[in-house]
Structure formats: structure tokens, C-alpha cells
């Protein structure tokens, strides 16, 4: 009975795509309560690799002239300023004042939240410096001081904030107060695919990772590796969640009309892909918060089976992959 109990926790952790119990039964409902609290994966190790570029030089021979081994060292010289000039680029960051960084930012989260993703996708873009709490899903003795059960909470300089859109939307305000409201409100295109990431990508995604029955064991696989589990709710998570998103998972396709989890997934990329228009970015030239939230809540299942089948059979390869050079390295520091 503990160990039930333990599991109807977790699954009350996170609000994500919801599913009346009515439609799925006491039993079900429960386990797709877990689904919530592990929605997704983060594979920011593997984000680092992709980048990486390996360089090898040919040795001179002892019988090379002066000016062959001039000629060598120069060329070393000239590929070792473009590589730090590369580098540079791949890990540029969006500058913001100093005078008006926050000073102290901790995140409430779980590591696998999807929306939690969508915060740390704005703070690594913007360079601002957080720490990290790992909520457990069970007791959430992490956020007791909190009346708001659910995460991201993200703490500003002492100032808590909830729920990731507002939470963007505040912390822009915040670190460009010059900027006018009237030129945030008119960019009606932003604050569109913005919805759609909220309201249409992120519940296409949860019926892909539980897809079959190995792809929701990869999914937990991770997630129980790297949230804040016991061993014995790590053990019961992984296997029991798993088993029970499967079939979750076909309930949530009939919820949001799916018919075919794979082809929604590809479409919504294509969808994203065309209202680029061409361009970089939606935000043009570099990344808005539409670019943000879109890459935030993808980049949690960017290595998994379905992101990278994602990635194979769509165009949004090249957009995810600037996206990527663009947010660069995480600002996560040591709480």
C-alpha cells in the first residue's frame, strides 16, 4: 500500500497534459499522474558533444626546410585564432546590463518538466546565472514553503514566480525595462506560436517518447537516473511508469485527436519550419521568445527516439541546430 501511495504521488507532480479520471479510471488515472511528474528528458551532454569538432595536424618530417616549418606554425597560429573565434560564436550569449541582472535566481524544478526547460532555455540564452533545486516528487519538501504545488518556481532576487509563460514574460520585463510595451505587444506573431507551443506542441509530444514500449522505457530510463527518486521509487518509476504511459499514451492521442503520433510530430516541425519564412530565426536574426520556447520544449527529447527521428524526417534540423549554438552552454552555477 506505501509503495502505492508512493506512485500516486509522483504522479500528482506536475500539471501537465491532463486526462479526466473518468476517462481512464482510478487505476490509469494514476499512472498518468506519474506521466506528468516524468514527462520528459534532458540530454544536455549530448547537446555538448554534437558541437564538438576534432582537429588533427600533420607532423613535420626532420627533413622539412625552414620555410615548410614557417609555414606550419603560421597556419597552426592562423586555424588557432579561427577555432577561438568559432567557439566564440557557437556560445554567444544575449547580453543583458548588469545593472539590471538579477542578482540571485533559483529554480524549483524537475529535471524532466518541459516547461521547466522552456525557463532554462531563456536563462542559458540570456546568460543569467541560476541555481537549481530538484524537487521530489513525493514529499515536495523542497517547495513546502510554497502555496503553489506545481513547477517551475522560479525565485528572482527573493521574488517568486510561476508558471513559464509568466515567468518569461516577467523576467523580460525585468532585464529590458527600456523596452516599450507597445513593441512587445504588437509582435503578434511571437506571442502566437508561443500559444501553440503551450497549447499544441508539448501535448504532441507526450504520445511520441510513450510511443512503444521501449521508448518509454528509454524516456524513464533517464528521467529516473537523473530526478530526485529514491532507489526504491527510481525502481518502481521506471518500470511501472513505463508500462503505464504506454498505455496512457493512447488514451492522450484519443484526447487531442491524434491519429498518428509520428506524423503530428513531423507536421508541427514542418509548421514550425514554414512560419520561419525563411529566415534564421522567427525572431529574424536571432532567437526570439517564440524561437525559445519552441527549442526549450523540444530539446528535452532532442535525443531521443523520437527527436531524433524528428530531426531525420523534417527540415527543422538546421533551425534546432542554430538554436543550439545560439542558447549555448547552460548558466546553471552550484546552489
Same mark, same amino acid.
Request: proline share 4%; with cysteine; hydrophobic share 40%.
Given at each position: 500500500?506505501?509503495?502505492?501511495? *508512493?506512485?500516486?504521488?509522483?504522479?500528482?507532480?506536475? *500539471?501537465?497534459?491532463? =486526462?479526466?479520471?473518468?476517462?481512464?479510471?482510478?487505476?490509469?488515472?494514476?499512472?498518468?499522474?506519474?506521466?506528468?511528474?516524468?514527462?520528459?528528458?534532458?540530454?544536455?551532454?549530448?547537446?555538448?558533444?554534437?558541437?564538438? %569538432?576534432?582537429?588533427?595536424?600533420?607532423?613535420?618530417? +626532420?627533413?622539412?626546410?625552414?620555410?615548410?616549418?614557417?609555414?606550419?606554425?603560421?597556419?597552426?597560429?592562423?586555424?588557432? /585564432?579561427?577555432?577561438?573565434?568559432?567557439?566564440?560564436?557557437?556560445?554567444?550569449?544575449?547580453? =543583458?546590463?548588469?545593472?539590471?541582472?538579477?542578482?540571485?535566481? =533559483?529554480?524549483?524544478?524537475? $529535471?524532466?518538466?518541459?516547461?521547466?526547460?522552456?525557463?532554462?532555455?531563456?536563462?542559458?540564452?540570456?546568460?543569467?546565472?541560476?541555481?537549481?533545486?530538484?524537487?521530489?516528487?513525493?514529499?515536495?519538501?523542497?517547495?513546502?514553503?510554497?502555496? &503553489?504545488?506545481? /513547477?517551475?518556481?522560479?525565485?528572482?532576487?527573493?521574488?517568486?514566480?510561476?508558471?513559464?509563460?509568466?515567468?518569461?514574460?516577467?523576467?523580460?520585463?525585468?532585464?529590458?525595462?527600456?523596452?516599450?510595451?507597445?513593441?512587445?505587444?504588437?509582435?503578434?506573431?511571437?506571442? @502566437?506560436?508561443?500559444?501553440?507551443?503551450?497549447?499544441?506542441?508539448? %501535448?504532441?509530444?507526450?504520445?511520441?517518447?510513450?510511443?512503444?514500449?521501449?521508448?518509454?522505457?528509454? !524516456?524513464?530510463?533517464?528521467?529516473?537516473?537523473?530526478?530526485?527518486?529514491?532507489?526504491?521509487?527510481?525502481?518502481?518509476? #521506471?518500470?511501472?511508469?513505463?508500462?503505464?504511459? &504506454?498505455?496512457?499514451?493512447? @488514451?492522450? #492521442?484519443?484526447? &487531442?485527436?491524434?491519429?498518428?503520433?509520428?506524423?503530428?510530430?513531423? $507536421?508541427?516541425?514542418?509548421?514550425?519550419?514554414?512560419?520561419?519564412?525563411?529566415?534564421?530565426?522567427? *525572431?529574424?536574426?536571432?532567437?526570439?521568445?517564440?524561437?525559445?520556447?519552441? &527549442?526549450?520544449?523540444?530539446?528535452?527529447?532532442?535525443?531521443?527516439? !523520437?527527436?531524433?527521428?524528428?530531426? $531525420?524526417?523534417?527540415?527543422? *534540423?538546421?533551425?534546432?541546430?542554430?538554436?543550439?549554438?545560439?542558447? +549555448?552552454? !547552460?548558466? @546553471?552555477?552550484?546552489?
Amino acid at each position: 500500500m506505501r509503495r502505492v501511495n *508512493g506512485l500516486a504521488a509522483i504522479c500528482r507532480a506536475v *500539471g501537465g497534459v491532463a =486526462v479526466a479520471p473518468s476517462a481512464l479510471g482510478n487505476h490509469a488515472h494514476q499512472h498518468h499522474r506519474l506521466f506528468q511528474a516524468a514527462l520528459f528528458s534532458t540530454t544536455s551532454n549530448n547537446n555538448s558533444s554534437a558541437r564538438s %569538432h576534432w582537429f588533427s595536424n600533420n607532423s613535420i618530417s +626532420g627533413d622539412q626546410t625552414a620555410r615548410a616549418a614557417a609555414r606550419t606554425v603560421a597556419g597552426t597560429m592562423l586555424f588557432s /585564432v579561427a577555432a577561438t573565434t568559432l567557439v566564440e560564436e557557437v556560445h554567444a550569449k544575449e547580453p =543583458v546590463q548588469s545593472k539590471f541582472r538579477p542578482k540571485d535566481v =533559483v529554480l524549483y524544478q524537475y $529535471e524532466a518538466c518541459p516547461f521547466c526547460n522552456k525557463v532554462k532555455a531563456f536563462l542559458d540564452y540570456y546568460d543569467i546565472p541560476y541555481k537549481v533545486v530538484e524537487v521530489n516528487p513525493i514529499n515536495k519538501k523542497e517547495i513546502k514553503w510554497s502555496e &503553489y504545488k506545481k /513547477v517551475p518556481i522560479l525565485m528572482v532576487d527573493g521574488e517568486p514566480m510561476v508558471d513559464s509563460s509568466d515567468i518569461i514574460d516577467k523576467l523580460t520585463k525585468k532585464i529590458h525595462p527600456d523596452v516599450s510595451p507597445d513593441s512587445v505587444v504588437k509582435d503578434n506573431e511571437e506571442k @502566437k506560436w508561443r500559444g501553440w507551443v503551450d497549447n499544441h506542441l508539448v %501535448h504532441i509530444l507526450s504520445p511520441n517518447i510513450y510511443r512503444s514500449a521501449s521508448e518509454a522505457l528509454e !524516456s524513464f530510463d533517464y528521467i529516473t537516473s537523473h530526478g530526485n527518486f529514491s532507489f526504491t521509487e527510481r525502481i518502481t518509476a #521506471k518500470y511501472a511508469g513505463a508500462a503505464a504511459m &504506454y498505455f496512457v499514451s493512447k @488514451k492522450l #492521442k484519443k484526447k &487531442y485527436n491524434i491519429t498518428d503520433e509520428r506524423a503530428a510530430l513531423y $507536421e508541427a516541425a514542418e509548421s514550425w519550419v514554414d512560419a520561419l519564412n525563411g529566415q534564421e530565426f522567427l *525572431g529574424g536574426t536571432k532567437p526570439n521568445l517564440a524561437d525559445l520556447a519552441v &527549442y526549450g520544449v523540444l530539446r528535452p527529447i532532442r535525443y531521443l527516439k !523520437s527527436g531524433r527521428d524528428m530531426v $531525420e524526417h523534417t527540415r527543422i *534540423g538546421d533551425w534546432y541546430s542554430r538554436m543550439e549554438n545560439a542558447v +549555448g552552454v !547552460s548558466s @546553471k552555477i552550484q546552489a
